[in-house]
Each structure stands twice: as C-alpha cells, then as structure tokens.
C-alpha cells in the first residue's frame, strides 16, 4: 500500500494567514493526488483533484501543486470558514489510501 | 444534482451483520464508480472499495480481509456495503462516495454518512 504522510498534523494560524500543508506519498504517485476538506460533522469535500485542479465551486485562494512524491495545498489568505481538516488521498493505486489529516484551528 | 442518500444509524452487537445503502440520484448511476470510506471516531479516513454498477465490477481494500461485501442494485440505483462478524472497531460513519469517472478519479460527491455503532 502507499503510506501517505501530511504535514503539518496540526496548525494554528489566523484570518488573512497563507497557510500550506505538505503530503509526500510513500512512492511515486504521478498527478493522481486529491485533496478534501472535512469540517466537523459533515462529510468530506473536494477541493482539488489531479494535484493541481480547482474543483467547481471551490474558491480561488485554494490551490494545488506537485507530482510524483511531493504535493502542497495552499490557502492564500485564510477566511473563518477555511477552519477544518484536510486530506489528501492517493488514487495512483488500490487501495486508495488517505493522508491523517491536518487540523487547521484558529 | 448529483445527490448520493444514505440509510440511517444502525446499532449493532458484536458478531453481528448489517448492511446500509446508498442511493444515488441525478446522474446514470451505471456509469460512474461508487465507493465507501470509514472513518473511526475522531480519526482519519479510510478507503473500503468500490463498484461499478454497470456490470459490478469490484475493488476491495485487502485489509478487510473478507469481511466487507460491497453489492449494486441498477435497477434501484443503489450501492450497499456489508458487513460481517462486527467488532466493537467497527464503530464508524460509513460514507458512499462516487468517483468523478473511471479508476483513479477523485470522489467528487459523497453521502451525507452512517453512523455504526456496534456494542454489547
């Protein structure tokens, strides 16, 4: 299985923060690297897919980048409800398997 | 709009057997990969399988070790995952989820979850 590591695993920052979070895959994984956002109690959404594409509806200060086995998230400047856990998740090979997670707070 | 509808909270004993469902809508459910995810209380997620329900084509995770059956009813446009012999680990929200296309698309839509309790 590809062993997915995130980093931060936590991370306090504030309003107006540029905020990136790392996932490095266990191996190479080319573009096949999604990322979610999870708020508490709700299920998970798709913020970006294929490493770098904006999924529809998701706001423009997040973005994606990377291949192989180095891949950011960025949030540009941070809004209140950016507050949450995100994942990223490998789909190169089955099983999918999925980062831990890093908890942004306030 | 693509909607994919849960069955509700189950509670369970130990050594016990469910299954819950997942009713997709809005779009031709044959044509699009229907996956679960687990995610234990207060951890991370975990991917289970998927199905195509065209022809219920299906991929587990190995991990499950026999214990999840993962099952598509086309005329009904609903997935199912079964479990059996449940462990108090099992405790979990199950989410459905769909894939965006073929293999190795991201989970664009998922269930609103299904909360599992197994306890003596």
Known sequence: ?106 | EVQLVQSGAEVKKPGESLRISCKGSGYTFTSSWIGWVRQMPGKGLEWMGIIYPGDSDTRNNPSSQGQVTISADKSISTAYLQLSSLKASDTAMYYCVRLRGWLQSPFDYWGQGTLVTVSS
Do not use: H, N
Not at chain 1, 55 to 72: A, C, I, K
């Open chain 1, 1 to 106: 299985d590809i062993q997915m590591t995130q980093s931060p695993s936590s991370l306090s920052a504030s309003v107006g923060d540029r905020v990136t979070i790392t996932c490095r895959p266990s191996q190479s994984i080319s573009s096949y690297l999604d990322w979610y956002q999870q708020k508490p109690g709700k299920a998970p959404k798709l913020l970006i897919y294929a490493a770098s594409g904006l999924q529809s509806g998701v706001p423009s200060r997040f973005s994606g980048s990377g291949s192989g086995t180095d891949f950011t998230l960025t949030i540009s400047s941070l809004q209140p409800e950016d507050f949450a856990t995100y994942y990223c998740q490998q789909s190169y090979s089955i099983p999918y398997t999925f980062g831990q997670g890093t908890k942004l707070e306030i």
